[in-house]
């Protein structure tokens, strides 16, 4: 079990220790039960030595055998480690008694077989109890540490998705172009106003909703690379492709976004003659393969430099491993002619993600 | 005398439209150029001399602030008055932060007819109030402390070693023993007492891998090290000309840099 800080603060000892005392206790109260109050200072004595005795075996042990970060050895050394404990810890625990009570333990056991037998399965039974008591109580917390922050990551991740596609420079220069628009061309404007309603949107859901089909994504693709064609006039042109018969395949939604604003942001946008940006979708037998292609300047000339686009490239990397594993493949290089040229290539037999 | 202006936008669609608002709120500005990039912008401005110029932050080519940069170590002696500079941006948190500071001209984009009235109003002002020999030091003090102001953060790991490529050999040249490097293009010139080298990066992604007490920074394109710097002489244009250990050539400090160079 994955714990991200430590079991063994002196805290928790003393916590697990005062819980075994009172285990301890609550044994001793059912043995005088059945055999009779006469003995009941010395069968407490004995009772405490020997249960902490095993216990704090048992937890010097976890700390020196268990591998960092978890509570507990692996099995193959946590059943030998609590056997040897019970041992150890009887041994210890009966002199302890002895010294209290001034008589024999093992001699007074040895001669009464049947006591003796019943002595070592009450101790070997306590001892499994209590074991197992901790270790699912620890497994259970540590569950609920990793699904913490499973969540955290993944309410980060959808943050952090949102924060680099809602960029303000993006934004406020699309909404400086339409405020243009509004006096000189009303129509064009509000259709530049629609396409950025449906980025938007788009946007904002696309981190909630699991797939969308690849004819829904490159419509988004579209609006983004209309709405960027009206900032940068005649400096882009694109180019999208998409056979009828892959319209439906299910893709994550806006997979592809970060790619394309990259070709764009870092490819042709500081270009000063600007380019060509191409998204196609082709099948390859029974692979699906995404291509982003631009003219721009070229991966490692600027492009795929800054902070922002490698957040974006780590982003379609981890956004794919998590749905393919090692089944999707993504590569993005440069082009000998000048340009990137980004490849997502996804398996079609794996159904919706 | 009509003033002039220049404008620097790469959105065809959002200099169009700077140009139809300066018209209504400056009837008399004439604009003699409008430019898509910041190579051109410069070139326009160093060879029509505008009064003015409008410059966005974000460009092809050259940044609006690299302009601004070029401007002002390029702009020649003969008493033509420099520029008075607003910088145009949609959203650079940084940049709005170290213009107001320096209270250097700006505008937020969308640009509120308002607040281009007022930056107009402003600018009027300062035209007919200024003088040439005082706008040039102006400028140069407030763009000083603009580009200090955008320095890189600390804590990128600083170089100790250069690695130049020759063909399948890399030649290690430690930092010790540069005496400068130039910009050359999409290059960096690496020049030590002796030799030359060329790397493949530039000169921006060089600087903040040098530790800036060592080198320091006299042009956009040249960081020579202090250590290796013997005599500084100013001339009567504010340049400052280094000899150098080692080096028979001579180095020139910029106007932006000369204040390096002061005896203590």
């Given at each position: 079990?994955?714990?991200?800080?430590?079991?063994?603060?002196?805290?928790?000892?003393?916590?697990?220790?005062?819980?075994?005392?009172?285990?301890?206790?609550?044994?001793?109260?059912?043995?005088?039960?059945?055999?009779?109050?006469?003995?009941?200072?010395v069968?407490?004595?004995?009772?405490?030595?020997?249960?902490?005795?095993?216990?704090?075996?048992?937890?010097?042990?976890?700390?020196?055998?268990?591998?960092?970060?978890h509570?507990?050895?692996?099995?193959?050394?946590?059943?030998?480690?609590?056997?040897?404990?019970?041992?150890?810890?009887?041994?210890?625990?009966?002199?302890i008694?002895?010294l209290?009570?001034?008589?024999?333990?093992?001699?007074?056991?040895?001669?009464?077989?049947?006591?003796?037998?019943?002595?070592?399965?009450?101790?070997?039974?306590?001892?499994?109890?209590?074991?197992?008591?901790?270790?699912?109580?620890?497994?259970?917390?540590?569950d609920?540490?990793?699904?913490?922050?499973?969540?955290?990551?993944?309410?980060?991740?959808?943050?952090?998705?949102?924060?680099?596609?809602?960029?303000?420079?993006?934004?406020?220069?699309?909404?400086?172009?339409?405020?243009?628009?509004?006096?000189?061309?009303?129509?064009?404007?509000?259709?530049?106003?629609?396409?950025?309603?449906?980025?938007?949107?788009?946007?904002?859901?696309a981190?909630?909703?699991?797939?969308?089909?690849?004819?829904?994504?490159?419509?988004?693709?579209?609006d983004?690379?209309?709405?960027?064609?009206?900032?940068?006039?005649?400096?882009?042109?694109?180019?999208?492709?998409?056979?009828?018969?892959?319209?439906?395949?299910?893709?994550?939604?806006?997979?592809?976004?970060?790619?394309?604003?990259?070709?764009?942001?870092?490819?042709?946008?500081?270009?000063?003659?600007?380019?060509?940006?191409?998204?196609?979708?082709?099948?390859?037998g029974?692979?699906?393969?995404?291509?982003?292609?631009?003219?721009?300047?070229?991966?490692?000339?600027?492009?795929?430099?800054?902070?922002?686009?490698?957040?974006?490239?780590?982003?379609?990397?981890?956004?794919?491993?998590?749905?393919?594993?090692?089944?999707a493949?993504?590569?993005?290089?440069?082009?000998?002619?000048?340009?990137?040229?980004?490849?997502?290539?996804?398996?079609?037999?794996?159904?919706?993600? | 005398?009509?003033?002039?202006?220049?404008?620097?936008?790469?959105?065809?669609?959002?200099?169009?439209?700077?140009?139809?608002?300066?018209?209504?709120?400056?009837?008399?500005?004439?604009?003699?150029?409008?430019?898509?990039?910041?190579?051109?912008?410069?070139?326009?401005?160093?060879?029509?001399?505008?009064?003015?110029?409008?410059?966005?932050?974000?460009?092809?080519?050259?940044?609006?602030?690299?302009?601004?940069?070029a401007?002002?170590?390029?702009?020649?002696?003969?008493?033509?008055?420099?520029?008075?500079?607003?910088?145009?941006?949609?959203?650079?948190?940084?940049?709005?932060?170290?213009?107001?500071?320096?209270?250097?001209?700006y505008?937020?984009?969308?640009?509120?007819?308002?607040?281009?009235?007022?930056?107009?109003?402003?600018?009027?002002?300062?035209?007919?109030?200024?003088?040439?020999?005082?706008?040039?030091?102006?400028?140069?003090?407030?763009?000083?402390?603009?580009?200090?102001?955008?320095?890189?953060?600390?804590?990128?790991?600083?170089?100790?070693?250069?690695?130049?490529?020759?063909?399948?050999?890399?030649?290690?040249?430690?930092?010790?023993?540069?005496?400068?490097f130039?910009?050359?293009?999409?290059?960096?010139?690496?020049?030590?007492?002796?030799?030359?080298?060329?790397?493949?990066?530039?000169?921006?992604?060089?600087?903040?891998q040098?530790?800036?007490?060592?080198?320091?920074?006299?042009?956009?394109?040249?960081?020579?090290?202090?250590?290796?710097?013997?005599?500084?002489?100013?001339?009567?244009?504010?340049?400052?000309?280094?000899?150098?250990?080692?080096?028979?050539?001579?180095?020139?400090?910029?106007r932006?840099?000369?204040?390096?160079?002061?005896?203590?």
């Amino acid at each position: 079990m994955q714990l991200s800080h430590s079991t063994f603060t002196p805290q928790h000892v003393l916590r697990h220790g005062l819980q075994i005392a009172l285990f301890n206790t609550l044994l001793w109260g059912l043995s005088l039960l059945a055999n009779g109050t006469e003995h009941w200072d010395v069968e407490l004595v004995y009772n405490q030595a020997i249960g902490l005795s095993i216990w704090a075996v048992i937890e010097a042990g976890r700390i020196v055998l268990s591998p960092p970060g978890h509570a507990w050895p692996a099995w193959s050394r946590a059943l030998p480690l609590v056997a040897a404990a019970i041992v150890i810890g009887w041994i210890v625990g009966s002199q302890i008694g002895d010294l209290y009570c001034g008589c024999s333990n093992w001699t007074f056991l040895s001669q009464q077989p049947r006591r003796l037998r019943s002595a070592i399965a009450f101790t070997i039974g306590a001892s499994a109890v209590a074991t197992y008591y901790f270790h699912s109580r620890g497994k259970a917390m540590a569950d609920r540490e990793k699904l913490a922050a499973a969540e955290r990551d993944a309410t980060l991740a959808r943050l952090s998705l949102l924060q680099s596609q809602l960029e303000p420079h993006m934004l406020f220069n699309t909404l400086a172009n339409l405020r243009v628009l509004i006096a000189l061309d009303p129509p064009r404007a509000q259709a530049m106003l629609d396409r950025l309603i449906a980025f938007l949107r788009a946007t904002l859901t696309a981190s909630r909703s699991a797939s969308h089909s690849l004819a829904a994504e490159f419509e988004r693709l579209d609006d983004y690379l209309e709405l960027m064609s009206v900032r940068m006039g005649p400096r882009l042109s694109t180019q999208l492709s998409l056979p009828d018969e892959l319209r439906d395949l299910p893709v994550p939604p806006l997979l592809l976004q970060p790619l394309v604003e990259n070709a764009v942001k870092h490819g042709l946008e500081p270009k000063v003659e600007g380019g060509n940006v191409e998204i196609a979708a082709e099948r390859h037998g029974d692979s699906l393969e995404l291509s982003v292609r631009d003219s721009g300047m070229g991966f490692g000339n600027g492009h795929g430099n800054g902070p922002s686009t490698q957040f974006g490239l780590r982003q379609v990397r981890e956004r794919l491993q998590a749905l393919y594993g090692d089944r999707a493949v993504f590569s993005i290089d440069a082009l000998p002619e000048g340009g990137t040229l980004a490849r997502i290539t996804l398996p079609l037999d794996t159904p919706a993600p | 005398m009509t003033p002039t202006a220049l404008i620097a936008e790469d959105e065809p669609l959002l200099s169009a439209s700077l140009q139809a608002e300066l018209a209504k709120c400056w009837p008399e500005l004439r604009i003699v150029a409008s430019v898509g990039d910041g190579a051109q912008a410069l070139q326009q401005a160093l060879q029509l001399k505008p009064a003015l110029c409008f410059l966005d932050i974000r460009m092809p080519g050259l940044s609006g602030l690299e302009v601004a940069q070029a401007l002002a170590e390029d702009w020649p002696d003969d008493g033509t008055p420099f520029p008075l500079l607003v910088f145009i941006t949609a959203y650079d948190q940084y940049a709005v932060q170290a213009f107001a500071a320096q209270a250097v001209d700006y505008l937020l984009k969308p640009v509120e007819p308002d607040r281009l009235a007022q930056c107009c109003a402003r600018l009027q002002r300062q035209l007919s109030s200024r003088e040439a020999p005082q706008a040039m030091q102006q400028a140069v003090d407030q763009l000083r402390a603009l580009l200090g102001s955008a320095a890189p953060a600390a804590g990128t790991p600083k170089l100790e070693v250069i690695q130049a490529g020759v063909g399948s050999t890399v030649h290690f040249v430690p930092l010790d023993e540069v005496v400068y490097f130039e910009a050359a293009d999409k290059y960096v010139r690496v020049v030590t007492a002796d030799k030359e080298h060329l790397i493949r990066m530039s000169l921006r992604e060089l600087l903040p891998q040098l530790d800036s007490t060592r080198f320091w920074q006299i042009h956009r394109g040249t960081v020579v090290q202090a250590r290796l710097v013997t005599s500084a002489t100013r001339d009567e244009s504010g340049k400052t000309h280094l000899t150098l250990r080692g080096r028979s050539e001579k180095l020139t400090a910029s106007r932006l840099y000369a204040h390096l160079f002061k005896p203590m």
